[in-house]
């Protein structure tokens, strides 16, 4: 199948699909759902040599005509962030993974102690001692149908709640990808449709400006990091089990600061940083960050800011001054939800990297 049949079959198949499912379900049987139903914001469509890769983004409470964007990368491989060695879950043929766990044993116990709201969302698990999640081999289709991906590298962990991915052969006809894609979603219960999450919460937890669309929302490439805080304060709080945010710290002696310092319930700290398209004031003017190397040059700056927690005055003065005893922080860094992060970045990272859909899901998963 050619990419431009890809584009246009997925085009034409979700369009149709969620177009129907918004305008029956949540209206027809509301009563009978869960609770709200959310959609997909954005579709990206990824050409590789061998491979296309659909995935769908985004967490909104109503559905919209999703934006579409398209790209290419090296491999399939590169795409799912994977590198060399043993896999926890080989992929021969067609694979299927529906409310599902894929964690290296490192990842999965990572899970229970930083991530308290995953428990709820964890459904069928695979987890093993492999060093890469799954390793892809020739074969029509692996679909990843609301699945939670942990990578671990040393002392980096990758988090990333997939809404809905899949990966399909090249070599595959775009009729027989078609067929599958109805077959798939016929196959599913009519409460339960494909490309939609429907969870038992209160209606209340999703009128935040957070859901009416993805990382993407319009006018957040305008909105400076005290206004994006502003509106995921809670949704933050509530996906690291913490109490207290303290915005944008100054740490004296450091290269800038973080964007904020999470308290956690247990008394342990989040320092993290945003890697999104919000904007820095500097001299009174708004200037949109970008990043010349992603994730490396953030997770330099996350090292200095834990390394100047070592220091006991260090400790003294943040204590002082924002109420908070920092030691021993976690690092973070907050990454659009379709950032490809290749294995090599995330293994000398030394970091933990969420995107921001999986910290929307986190939060929901707090609040279910």
Known sequence: MKPTEFVKVNSQFWGEHLKGVSGH?????????????LFPRLMVLTETPDWNILELVGLSREYRTLEVRRQKVGSVEEYFGLGDGTAVVPLPGENLFKDATIATEAGRQALDKRFPGAEKMLGQEFVGPGEQLFQFAPGNYSTFDRALLVHTAGDALR???TFFA???HRSEPADKYLDFLRNYAAARPHLDPIGTVSLPIDATEIKADAFTSTYLAHGLQDSTVDQFLDVNESILLSAFGATKLVRQPVLEGTDGQPDFILEREDGSHVIGILELPVAD????KKRRRAFRTPVR???ARLTQYAEFFATPDNRSQVKTKYDVDVS????????????TIAAGDLAGSGVEIVDYDTILRLHLAAKS
């Open 25 to 37: 379900l949540p209206v027809s049987h509301r009563t009978e759902l869960p609770g709200p139903m």
């Open 159 to 161: 988090v990333r709640w």
């Open 166 to 168: 899949l990966a399909i």
């Open 281 to 284: 004031t500097v001299n009174g």
């Open 297 to 299: 040059e953030s997770a």
């Open 328 to 339: 021993d922080p976690q690092k973070l860094l907050i990454v659009p939800t379709q950032e």
